[in-house]
């Protein structure tokens, strides 16, 4: 019963193979290289595979494919080919079915591998799809493949899409660059076009010049690596500026609630990164609700969360203010002491209601990705944070600078007995100025949850870092907050390739003690004739 | 004379302290283990514990309670003599570490060290440890402080600094580059001085050393802050400028009780690592400092005693509540912190001695002692 079913389906695939083999069956220009393939000498074998990458065969994919998959056999008497295809066997250049008599498998090694890799590549080079094309394009550039140049330049003529053209050009360059005896002029065009690709492949192609190349041709690849080196130098300080730009903001978001209740009303807000948390939590609070009721609604999370955010945290801190902290005034370090205990309570309380594993929050479909400018890869989600902080800086200079609030609350720190007498509720101030500060503390967690694991101890790895932003830029002032958290950022991420994560920060924490020695008082101290106590 | 410096608080916690010290030892080795009055001795290692950061506790008090230095980074300085203690114990293992090695301890012939980092040479030799126990937290602390007051980093702004400090070092001492145990810090402990740590007759006598460590401890700061340097510390915390200005370096004066305070933070972790077998990183964490500060407010600041007792209290307190009832605790704690600032700012010694003061002195009616300033007098001036 099987070995008829088996007939059945040899008899099947034989019918088929061969109505489907017929028009390349005619073909019959790539012979030689069906020859050099059915051997069993590994450079033969590699001669075979370039030469049916260039022969134009239709089947070329499919014998080639084969090979990598150990499925192509060959005999060694007349030196047919054969594919195996699961239990079946069809010859290769003309798709019958042949006998498994006397058919051993063409041996291949890592060589022949590269090669067989490079020859697909080559096959890929006149994709109808650009994409293909110029992925294909790539692989030649980065195997430096003598032997796909006809191909190339077969590509080229009829390459229409720019891009793809670009790389096709590139691959050719380094092909030519690679190719013993090539004319001088095409070379130098080459070591320019290699140049102009400046990246790391490149500047490996133009350093592994091969050695009979004139001198000219030398001195134009050692411009080039020169060149290249100065650009990736550069290149990588940009890098690192932008990261430092954006470990900046993630501070500022941080510290910039802290600039509020410890700059301008002087008080030891210890409990300001569960402020952070709970916004943080708000956002995940609000995706989840709009996951279940409205998924359509979900890029408008974050924008939902924000001002909700504002209003839990700000509710929050105005409580705070409220029952604890308005007997402390005039007592920082006790201050300090119950806001520690504060942030205590809070974190266990999260941690007693959402559990204390991390809660996921969901990234909106503009903030995830990346975009390249300039070889520079930014992803959305950073770009956003950075536009965020700047915007909340904006924002929280406006309101202290131009709204009746904002002077009231200047109004109140510099001279708080004058304050009253000119008829300033100065307790309704002080409380809403704290809820101000934890408010915006809040917003930086819908932001900080984007980046950060949402979980009760998100708040805890943000206090150190915020107090010595606010300290080192000089309490009371929000530019100086600003300065001091971009300057952190940018400083730790050139330290880091240097000293690594770890030290890098050590050696900053040591610099800012430093610092405070020589500047009690931070970068921008308030100037005043007030002796310290 | 010396021994009239040493009031009545002084005097019933010395008498307590001595108490313990030949109690709790008969308890545990003359009473058989299923009577009623047998001590274990994993109850004896947690009492020296507590009673170690009852030590840390007082160091902390001699800056905070009479000098108005809030340092949040005394947790540094335990932990440094912690490790230094720690390291001594590594070289007693010898070549009974899981691979064998004589000289390298286990952690480093994983990490491929080829022959000991210059900083481990002396600790096999207990005297040098001991000494390292002092001199480590201590110069550290006279750096630290002699740069911060000498600039007159003064109030929160040292909190801060100080919490950077114990910041830094815990993010140090957590890479395994510096040649310390890294994450899983100093632990497998096997002897002290030829003794073996685990054996009952080692761990009471660690809790005997710990409490007379306590009670030198306490005689030392007591003897500081009742002499005239004292004077002056209280005059710095009460205010600094006048003090400044009447013509005493202030700076010399905080920088030396900010090291001896340290020394003495150093000794409390010694003590505390072989009692508990391991010292690691996580000593440094800027919480385990400021949970510290909040034995001392809870005992009563300025008062030396009451700082030993808050800290006996509140570890007891969380051993207890951890055990019934863990998510509780950092509730309590929390909830401890606001209690103890808002409605008992002199702590527990302090209220009750204000008490027991104003009760006898309706009864007598003498005069306040000159000097004898109530804390919460001298805050006023100061407003930290």
Same mark, same amino acid.
């Given at each position: 019963m099987r070995r008829c079913l088996v007939l059945l389906l040899v008899a099947w695939c034989t019918a088929w193979c061969v109505t489907w083999a017929l028009p390349a069956a005619a073909q019959t220009g790539s012979d030689a290289a069906y020859a050099r393939l059915a051997s069993d000498s590994y450079s033969d074998i590699e001669a075979g595979i370039a030469a049916l990458a260039t022969s134009g065969d239709p089947k070329a994919g499919a014998v080639l494919r084969a090979l990598a998959e150990n499925r192509l056999l060959y005999r060694p008497d007349d030196k047919a080919l054969a594919i195996k295809d699961g239990a079946t066997v069809t010859d290769a250049r003309?798709?019958?079915?042949?006998?498994p008599d006397g058919l051993k498998p063409v041996r291949v090694n890592n060589r022949v591998r590269r090669a067989i890799d490079a020859a697909l590549g080559t096959l890929n080079l006149l994709a109808p799809d650009a994409a293909t094309r110029r992925t294909a394009a790539d692989a030649v550039f980065k195997a430096r493949d003598v032997a796909a140049l006809p191909a190339l330049d077969a590509a080229l003529a009829r390459e229409t899409d720019a891009s793809a053209k670009r790389s096709l050009q590139e691959a050719r360059a380094a092909a030519l660059l690679a190719k013993p005896g090539s004319p001088e002029i095409d070379r130098l065009a080459a070591v320019d076009t290699i140049q102009n690709r400046g990246d790391s492949e490149a500047l490996g192609i133009l350093r592994g010049l091969s050695g009979d190349a004139a001198s000219s041709v030398r001195d134009a690849a050692a411009r080039g690596v020169s060149a290249i080196e100065t650009r990736q130098a550069l290149m990588a300080n940009v890098q690192n500026a932008w990261y430092g730009v954006s470990l900046g903001s993630v501070l500022l978001l941080a510290a910039i609630g802290l600039a509020i209740t410890f700059g301008v009303m002087g008080i030891i807000n210890m409990a300001h990164g569960e402020m952070v948390m709970l916004g943080a939590y708000t956002t995940y609070l609000v995706q989840e609700l709009i996951r279940q009721r409205a998924p359509g609604l979900f890029d408008w999370?974050?924008?939902?969360?924000?001002?909700?955010?504002?209003?839990?945290?700000?509710?929050?801190?105005?409580?705070?203010?409220?029952?604890v902290i308005r007997h402390l005034y005039g007592r920082p370090l006790e201050t300090l002491l119950a806001t520690w205990g504060i942030s205590l309570i809070l974190q266990q309380a999260v941690r007693s209601v959402f559990g204390p594993t991390n809660r996921e929050v969901g990234a909106p479909s503009y903030m995830s990705g990346a975009f390249d400018l300039f070889g520079l890869s930014i992803t959305w989600g950073r770009l956003w944070i950075v536009v965020f902080a700047m915007a909340v800086f904006v924002a929280l200079n406006l309101i202290l600078k131009a709204t009746s609030f904002g002077l009231k609350t200047r109004a109140v720190t510099q001279n708080r007995r004058m304050a009253a007498a000119m008829g300033i509720r100065t307790?309704?101030?002080?409380?809403?100025?704290f809820g101000l500060g934890s408010g915006i503390a809040g917003v930086a967690g819908v932001a900080l949850s984007q980046i950060d694991n949402v979980s009760p101890n998100l708040g805890q790895g943000y206090i150190i870092d915020s107090f010595l932003v606010v300290v080192f830029g000089g309490v009371g002032n929000l530019w100086g907050t600003l300065v001091a958290a971009l300057t952190l950022g940018v400083a730790n991420k050139f330290l880091e390739p240097y000293a690594g994560a770890v030290l890098g920060k050590i050696l900053l924490l040591v610099f800012i003690i430093l610092f405070i020695q020589k500047r009690p008082r931070g970068l921008f101290a308030l100037k005043g004739r007030a002796v310290e106590a | 004379m010396l021994l009239s410096r040493i009031d009545k608080p002084g005097w019933i916690f010395l008498g307590v302290l001595a108490l313990a010290c030949l109690v709790v030892p008969a308890l545990? =080795?003359? #009473?058989?283990?299923?009577?009623?009055?047998?001590?274990? #001795? &994993?109850a004896v290692s947690l009492m020296g514990? &507590?009673?170690? &950061?009852? /030590?840390?506790?007082?160091? @902390?008090? *001699?800056?905070?309670?009479?000098? !108005?230095?809030?340092? @949040?980074g005394h947790g540094a300085f335990f932990a440094l003599g912690g490790y230094a203690m720690g390291m001594y114990l590594m070289r007693q293992i010898g070549p009974r570490g899981v691979y064998g090695n004589p000289i390298l301890p286990d952690f480093m012939v994983f990490l491929n060290y080829k022959s000991l980092p210059w900083y481990w040479h002396g600790f096999d030799w207990f005297p040098f440890a001991a000494v390292m126990v002092l001199l480590v937290p201590g110069i550290l602390a006279f750096v630290f402080g002699w740069l911060a007051f000498r600039s007159r980093v003064t109030g929160v702004y040292l909190s801060i600094i100080t919490q950077a400090m114990t910041f830094a070092l815990m993010l140090a001492f957590f890479r395994n580059d510096m040649g310390l145990g890294g994450n899983n810090g100093l632990t497998d402990f096997k002897d002290i001085l030829g003794f073996n740590v685990q054996a009952q007759g080692t761990r009471v006598a660690l809790f005997v050393l710990t409490a007379l460590a306590l009670a030198l401890a306490y005689l030392v700061a007591r003897f500081m802050t009742t002499s005239a340097f004292g004077k002056v510390? /209280?005059? /710095?915390?009460?205010?600094?400028?006048?003090?400044r200005f009447l013509g005493y370096r202030t700076a010399h004066y905080k920088a030396l009780a900010f090291t001896v305070s340290a020394m003495m933070a150093g000794v409390a972790g010694a003590l505390y690592v072989p009692q508990v077998g391991i010292i690691n990183p996580s000593e440094f964490a800027p919480a385990n400092s400021i949970e510290a500060v909040i034995w001392v407010a809870v005992g009563g600041r300025g008062t030396l005693v009451g700082a030993a007792l808050g800290a006996v209290l509140v570890n007891y307190a969380k051993t207890l509540l951890t055990g019934a009832m863990p998510d509780a605790w950092l509730f309590a704690l929390g909830a401890l912190f606001v209690v103890v600032t808002l409605? =008992?700012?002199?702590? /527990?010694? !302090?209220? =009750?001695?204000?008490?027991?003061?104003?009760?006898?002195?309706?009864?007598? *009616?003498p005069g306040p002692k000159p000097g004898d300033i109530p804390p919460a007098l001298a805050e006023e001036g100061r407003g930290s």
């Open positions: 003309t798709g019958a079915a042949v006998g999370s974050l924008p939902i969360a924000i001002p909700l955010a504002f209003l839990v945290a700000g509710a929050v801190g105005i409580l705070i203010e409220r029952t307790p309704w101030i002080d409380a809403f100025t | 545990n =080795l003359m #009473t058989a283990p299923g009577s009623a009055l047998h001590v274990p #001795t &994993y514990k &507590y009673l170690a &950061y009852a /030590i840390l506790a007082l160091s @902390l008090d *001699l800056v905070w309670g009479y000098c !108005g230095i809030l340092s @949040l510390l /209280i005059a /710095i915390r009460d205010a600094e400028s006048r003090t409605f =008992l700012p002199k702590g /527990i010694l !302090g209220t =009750l001695t204000e008490r027991l003061g104003s009760r006898r002195a309706k009864a007598r *009616l």
